[in-house]
């Protein structure tokens, strides 16, 4: 039997311990918004907050969680209450399948715990992990730094113009 | 050998089967073959199989078609919303069930794909959303007293002597009437949702984890299903031990399936744990002894040779090139690419008394319906399809084969079951983007006009494997005999009289050649061929594109005059190349950087774009896409942008990286680590210009990938000096 906290409140699962947190959260707990994109540490569909650290769960056993502090995408926000990266990301548009969302978002909130004010290479560096397969990179950026209060520094921020013909 | 002479106006008539030429009866009342496919609720208005407006003014749409992330419920949104003047954020939109009223009319099925949704949709779904607002003023004149030309609408409701009333309050009175077939449209001058730029309208369920895929479906009792395929596709399993597997923890069920061997386990990661626990023994396909070294050696024995079907011939190649003031010819190669949407392929289905009800995010619901009917035994009308959201498709989920392995094990385990693939099961089971060798000959005149072009493609055909998948999907009741004698009819078509449009789109269609040849010489090895995004288009391109780049250094020509010059009879896409040149000159690349541009007309739509890149390490590094892009009226404008930056990154992955290899027949890649995704920190920004023509629109999905791999190559070659003529674009140093 293993305890953890999950999104507040205090959890237990008797889950073989090696099984990864992703699973015992999406199977066990029932929780879908953390998604398998990967299970190799790859792709980061699968992060969480770990005593507030972006971690990805996909091959992290139950075991190392024992005690510890998890947030999923669905303790950050919901739809009637977002969190300001949640609302940044509606603002601008930024999901198209969706899929990635919840681990970008994850990841991002964790950089702006760590460092409110990140330059664009922080942001970078901190998404890297993150992919993305339908390519929303840009609009990802600029939420994060929109949240930050920064203004994107490279021309895709810029509003397209429409050009008569 | 067999020549067949198309002219370029028959073989584009023939390309659009695939690009969606067919329109065929879309019900707008209602009254089509079957009954409405939707029950009324709570006193809720049901007009048509789009709509259900309750008493309490909630409004539910139906959508028709899949929403992979391009944003298509936003936009089918948009459509019947700004006739029924409703703000499409206020839908309660739903994934509609199969019924022939979901049909694509660009398609006569229920399938999404070919980018072309909005087009095919803008004035039916339009004249839906007109219809029902035309009846419930009606129904309001009847009961407020008034006539209908006194009233107005404004965002779901009616507007009267200044007073407000929901459209819930007139439902009663509206469903005793007989709704409008032809209610006029507005004109474009008064739209208010269309061309207008606001939020998606799944953006907040999706940045909130509360937007449900496929792989989030959880019904009671659901065990869970993980299969091992042969690694060389098309093999079937010599012997397998399976007691290893079925002693692990909470596995219920280990049986053989047509692709392998399935595990069911109470939860996924015991089902995952107890299939590794399988060492089963495979049977020898010929495929097994491919490696991608002999493989190419086959397509280049065949470019060599004389085989091959006439797709297009028109004026006379040799004597062009005879009279050429010069020539050049050359060779492009673009290898087998996966799809790798970050979903991994699912799906739940759950039989219980003679019914079936399946989940899966898919391309196409009909053929979802029909596999399970195929495969079950169970006759369609007592199959249930969810649609959900998909996390991502490209092409790959009108490919079912997952849908078939669910119903083989459920119906054989008689549980509830979710099948769910690994990543790995993704990379090397899947459906694949063709390779493609490419040789094209061109001779330009002295005054830079390209007067010939004889193209040929050695590959394999999409459209063959495309009937293969769908027709026992779509047509559940054809015995395997017909649907192979058909296949197999398509395939000797393919082979020895008329190429598959798909395999060679786009190779010639934009410019003014006047004497053009296409050839196409099919090879296949058995690997299963699929959609992907942009199809032919997204391997031409790169052969077209970086030939008239080539053509048009060796003439000292300007590269963006030289097309300008070249598309006299192609006014769109000419004044696409036009903006986008003059956007291109006023750029000032910052030292070591370099621009390269490209043009491709696909899915009906005009896109040119501009990369700027360096050379960082030996390696290509692009920093900036421009993309100047004619799609008619843009639904949604920053939709539209949004998949032109879409549609960039995911040409770049494959400009950049996009690589299978085979190994004793086996796909060698497996993963991310080693088939990468560009990442952020590699990925350029991305200015987007939409040239408003005016015009209906036309597809947005996927015509802004073809460009961006030649246009990073002409911009290589700029930096370097290095003409690279094969994707991966890597560099000699
Ligand atoms: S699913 Fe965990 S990193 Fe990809
Ligand atoms: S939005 Fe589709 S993978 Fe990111």
Redesign the interface.
């Known amino acids: 039997m293993i305890e953890f906290k999950l999104n507040g409140a205090i959890v237990s699962t008797d889950?073989?311990p090696d099984?990864?947190l992703l699973?015992v959260v999406?199977?066990?707990f029932?929780?879908?918004?953390?998604?398998?994109?990967?299970?190799?540490g790859?792709?980061g569909?699968c992060t969480m907050h770990i005593d507030g650290a972006a971690i990805r769960t996909c091959l992290l056993p139950i075991s190392r969680v024992a005690g510890r502090d998890v947030t999923?995408?669905?303790g950050l926000?919901?739809?009637e209450n977002?969190h300001p990266?949640?609302a940044a990301?509606?603002?601008?548009?930024?999901?198209?399948?969706?899929?990635?969302?919840?681990g970008q978002?994850m990841s991002a909130a964790a950089l702006l715990a760590d460092n409110p004010s990140p330059s664009a290479a922080d942001?970078?560096?901190a998404?890297?992990?993150?992919?993305?397969?339908?390519?929303?990179?840009?609009?990802?950026?600029e939420a994060i730094l929109q949240v930050s209060g920064a203004a994107l520094a490279?021309?895709?921020a810029?509003p397209?113009?429409?050009?008569?013909? | 050998m067999s020549i067949l002479n198309v002219s370029r106006r028959g073989f584009l008539k023939s390309s659009g089967i695939v690009g969606g030429g067919l329109v065929v009866g879309f019900s707008l009342s209602g009254c089509g073959r079957a009954p409405l496919p939707i029950e009324p609720e709570a006193g809720g208005f049901v007009p048509n199989a789009f709509l259900q407006i309750s008493p309490d003014n909630s409004i539910r749409f139906y959508c028709p078609r899949d929403?992979?992330?391009?944003?298509v419920t936003t936009g089918l949104a948009t459509l019947i919303g700004e006739e029924l003047d409703v703000d499409p954020a206020a839908f309660d939109v739903v994934f509609a069930g199969v019924h022939p009223d979901y049909n694509n009319p660009a398609m006569m099925v229920q399938n999404t794909g070919g980018s072309t949704s909005m087009k095919a949709h803008y004035l039916p779904l339009r004249q839906v959303g007109a219809n029902t607002r035309a009846v419930l003023i009606e129904a309001a004149a009847i009961e407020l007293n008034l006539r209908a030309d006194q009233l107005e609408t404004d965002n779901r409701y009616i507007i009267a002597n200044g007073s407000r009333y929901p459209y819930g309050k007139f439902v009663n009175t509206a469903a005793r009437l007989q709704a409008p077939e032809a209610a006029p449209l507005k004109s474009t001058d008064d739209f208010r949702y269309i061309n207008h730029t606001f939020?998606?309208i799944?953006?907040?369920?999706?940045?909130?984890?509360?937007?449900?895929?496929g792989?989030?479906i959880?019904i009671p009792g659901m065990h869970?299903a993980v299969v091992r395929r042969s690694p060389v596709t098309g093999a079937l399993i010599e012997s397998v031990d399976t007691s290893a597997a079925k002693a692990m923890?909470g596995v219920t069920d280990v049986i053989k399936i047509s692709s392998g061997i399935a595990v069911v386990a109470q939860?996924?990661?015991?089902a995952k744990q107890a299939a590794q626990k399988l060492e089963p023994v495979w049977q020898e396909v010929p495929l097994g002894r491919m490696d991608s070294a002999s493989l190419r050696h086959d397509y280049e024995q065949l470019m060599a040779g004389e085989d091959g079907v006439v797709a297009a011939d028109e004026g006379d190649i040799e004597a062009g090139l005879e009279a050429a003031h010069g020539t050049l010819e050359a060779q492009y190669w673009t290898p087998y690419l996966a799809h790798?949407?970050?979903?991994?392929m699912n799906a739940v289905l759950n039989i219980a008394d003679g019914k079936a009800e399946l989940w899966s995010g898919t391309q196409s619901s009909q053929a979802a319906q029909g596999l399970v009917a195929r495969f079950s035994g169970i006759d369609p009308e007592n199959i249930t399809v969810h649609n959900t959201?998909?996390?991502?498709?490209?092409g790959r989920r009108g490919f079912l084969t997952h849908v078939i392995e669910v119903t083989e094990i459920a119906t054989a385990v008689d549980k509830p079951i979710q099948l769910?693939w690994?990543?790995e099961d993704d990379i090397r089971h899947g459906v694949y983007r063709p390779s493609s060798l490419m040789k094209i000959r061109a001779g330009i005149d002295a005054q830079g006009n390209v007067t010939t072009w004889d193209a040929k493609r050695v590959g394999g055909n999409v459209g063959v494997d495309t009937l293969r998948s769908m027709l026992p999907g779509l047509f559940p009741g054809l015995g395997d005999g017909t649907i192979n004698w058909m296949v197999g009819m398509a395939d000797t078509t393919v082979r020895g009289w008329i190429a598959d449009p798909t395999s060679i789109e786009g190779i010639f269609e934009d410019y003014d050649f006047e004497n053009v040849k296409v050839t196409h010489t099919t090879v296949e090895h058995g690997l299963p061929l699929a959609f992907w995004r942009a199809v032919g288009h997204s391997y031409t391109s790169f052969a077209k594109e970086s030939m008239m780049d080539e053509l048009a250094i060796a003439a000292g020509v300007d590269p963006v005059e030289f097309r300008l010059t070249n598309t006299q009879n192609n006014p769109r896409l000419n004044?696409v190349i036009r903006?986008a040149g003059e956007v291109m000159r006023e750029m000032q690349p910052a030292q070591g950087r370099y621009l390269g541009f490209a043009a491709h007309h696909s899915f009906a739509t005009d896109v040119a774009e501009i990369a700027e890149v360096s050379i960082d390490n030996g390696k290509v590094r692009v920093h900036?896409v421009t993309c100047?892009v004619?799609c008619g009226i843009a639904v949604n404008?920053?939709?539209v942008?949004?998949q032109m930056?879409?549609?960039?990154?995911?040409g770049l992955t494959a400009a950049l990286y996009g690589n299978l290899d085979l190994e004793g027949g086996a796909i060698r890649e497996s993963?991310?680590?080693d088939y990468p995704?560009?990442?952020?920190?590699e990925?350029p920004?991305?200015?987007?210009?939409?040239?408003?023509?005016?015009t209906e629109p036309t597809g947005v999905g996927e015509p802004g990938l073809p460009p961006i791999a030649p246009a990073v190559a002409n911009a290589v070659f700029a930096a370097t000096g290095q003409r690279l003529r094969s994707l991966p674009l890597k560099l000699q140093v």
């Open positions: 889950d073989a099984t990864p699973w999406r199977d066990t029932k929780l879908k918004g953390s998604k398998f994109g990967c299970g190799a790859l792709c569909a999923t995408i669905e926000g919901t739809p977002l990266l949640q990301w509606h603002e601008l548009s930024v999901p198209q399948c969706g899929y990635c969302q919840s978002i942001v970078d560096t998404m890297a992990g993150n992919i993305c397969r339908c390519g929303c990179y840009g609009r990802i950026k490279y021309d895709a810029a397209a113009q429409e050009t008569g013909a | 929403e992979m992330g391009q944003g939020p998606r799944d953006a907040v369920a999706k940045a909130t984890g509360t937007a449900e895929f792989i989030d959880d869970h923890p939860k996924y990661w015991q790798a949407p970050l979903e991994p959201y998909m996390g991502g498709a490209f769910v690994s990543r004044n903006i900036k100047v004619d404008p920053d939709v942008r949004a930056e879409g549609s960039i990154m995911f993963n991310f680590h995704i560009l990442r952020m920190n990925a920004a991305v200015e987007v210009i939409i040239v408003d023509s005016g």
